[in-house]
């Protein structure tokens, strides 16, 4: 007999629960984990291991080197790190039967807790990669552990134990999808509820596969589905998936495809799943969200979600002008809405511009907060600074033609490229002085590049939408009158 001492285990406990104690017990099941993982490889346990290797690695046949239940842990822990020893001797019914054979020849006739907790392991984490030896070993991991009573079992099996038919089998994760379709839960909830890992384990990836990713792929563009909502659930679109990334992951990439492939503008409800998961990319490189979602995603999505999105910047901007036109005392911004609206709307239909920022006062800021249920689904914008508190400043791009317009009195400018100093087209700055976007903006410009034509600094006079349809034609935008005016300003710019 192998006698062997276990090293000593001190944990502090909590004296009362407070509000760290979550905390507390994930960090201690973390630490319980690894210890687990430790407990009886001893020097004896690592020369069988290596037995069992090199007899694989010499083309050995192994059932021989298998001489005693010692080696069953050894043999589990190489199928489950190794995936190369497991693709060339998968648990196969012959070796199964060596091992069920000694099994029998022991005292209680079952894997010990610590081995069966690991065979679990294996079943997960190596699910769908075992080829022919996954259906005699759901056979095998089923019989052991209906050779137990539920409550003798530990680490979470006692939660697998009464539904061990169906998931421990080469269907188990079509069962599970099927209960979390049944249920109306979340993926991962009814896993949780079952004693299967979410990390780690290929079975709960494959689920995903089938209850998520199918019914993605099955969605045409635009389609309303209630896919859309579930996968905005943060447990869901967190959960582990395929190569170290998450749910999240192939989720964005599938709907960003789909739209791009679509000549029309994506539905609303598509990019609030899109904000929802992995918000929104016009942020610094160096953003913790950019770095987590949009990194992964490479430089054609991110550009065709920054176009998607100028359109909803140019909409919010629009819904900003009409609600402060529409308080006591606006009568002016009342009577330039329609023809702001004509103007900005007319340029968007002709798919010219590529890239928005929204700027922001406290006034429109908090109204834009009211429009949006959450604060993954609140598109980005940048903190105005400065003596207005209604003040909203959009600004676009077209080409190499760039355009900022505000609220109230504020002047359009359109010029044929931005100063060094300004801060449009930059996301790295969050607070922006409305100074830098008006006069501020003229004053760069001239500094850096000197007087020119090519920056117009237009008052919202009467004929203010005339001045700007000459500045973008100047500037080389394709565009006729009518795309931007309404019938009257047309007829008085051409004198009739």
């Known amino acids: ?17 407070d509000e760290n104690c979550t905390i507390f017990f994930e960090a201690l099941t973390q630490r319980l984990d690894r210890y687990v993982k430790k407990v009886g490889k001893t020097d004896v346990y690592q020369r069988r291991r290596e037995k069992l290797l090199t007899t694989v690695l010499t083309g050995n046949d192994i059932r021989p080197a ?34 069920s054979d000694m099994l029998e020849r022991t005292v209680h006739r079952r894997l010990g807790r610590l081995a069966l ?46 539904d061990a038919t169906n998931i421990i089998s080469p269907r188990g994760h079509v069962w599970l999808a099927e209960q979390a379709v049944m249920t109306g839960l979340t993926l991962p909830d009814v896993a949780d509820q079952r004693g299967i890992p979410l990390l780690n384990s290929r079975l709960f990836e494959a689920s995903q596969q089938i209850f998520y990713l199918q019914r993605i792929r099955a969605l045409k563009p635009n389609q309303i589905d209630d896919i859309l909502f579930e996968v905005r659930n943060a447990k869901v679109h967190r959960a582990p998936c395929e190569k170290g990334k998450m749910l999240g992951h192939p989720v964005v990439m599938m709907l960003i495809d789909k ?3 679509y000549h029309g503008e994506p539905a609303d409800q598509w990019l609030k799943t899109i904000l929802a998961i ?26 065709q979600m920054r176009r998607w999105l100028s359109r909803m910047d140019m909409e919010l901007f629009l819904d900003i002008v009409k609600e402060f036109s529409e308080r006591k005392g606006e009568e002016e911004m009342r009577r330039m809405f329609p023809k702001r609206k004509r103007f900005l709307e007319g340029l968007f239909q002709k798919k010219l511009v590529q890239d928005t920022q929204l700027f922001l006062s406290a006034g429109p800021e908090k109204y834009l907060r009211k429009r949006f249920s959450s604060e993954e689904q609140l598109p980005h914008f940048h ?27 504020f002047a359009l400018s359109i010029m044929d490229k931005l100063p060094d100093n300004s801060p449009l087209g ?25 007087e020119s034509i090519n ?34 300003d047309y007829k008085r710019m051409i004198g009739v």
């Open 1 to 17: 007999m192998i006698n062997f001492h276990l090293p000593e285990f001190t944990l502090d406990l909590p004296d009362i629960a």
């Open 66 to 99: 298998i001489d005693g239940p010692g080696y069953i842990r050894p043999l589990f822990e190489l199928w489950a790190t190794r995936e190369n020893f497991l693709l060339k001797v998968p648990p196969d019914k012959q070796i199964l039967a060596v091992i």
């Open 117 to 162: 907790r690991e065979a679990c392991q294996l079943f997960f984490k190596r699910y769908d990669i075992m080829g022919n030896g996954l259906e005699p070993f759901c056979d095998f991991l089923r019989q052991q552990l209906n050779r137990y009573e539920k409550k003798e079992l530990l680490f979470g099996l006692d939660l697998l134990h009464g």
């Open 259 to 261: 739209l791009t492939g």
């Open 278 to 303: 992995a918000g929104d990319p016009r942020i610094p490189s160096s953003h913790r969200n950019y770095r987590e979602w949009w990194s992964h995603f490479g430089v054609e999505r991110i550009r």
């Open 383 to 409: 903190h105005l600074v400065g003596p207005s508190s209604k003040l909203a400043i959009f600004y676009f791009r077209m080409g190499d033609v760039h355009l900022v317009e505000g609220t109230h009195t």
């Open 426 to 450: 930059k996301y790295d700055t969050n607070r922006v002085y409305q100074r830098a976007l008006g006069i501020g903006l003229q004053e760069e410009y001239y500094n850096q590049f000197g």
């Open 455 to 488: 920056f117009a600094r237009i008052i919202h006079n009467s004929q203010w939408i005339e001045k700007a349809y000459n500045q973008l034609t100047q500037l080389g935008i394709s565009i006729a009158p009518q795309d931007i005016m309404d019938s009257d």
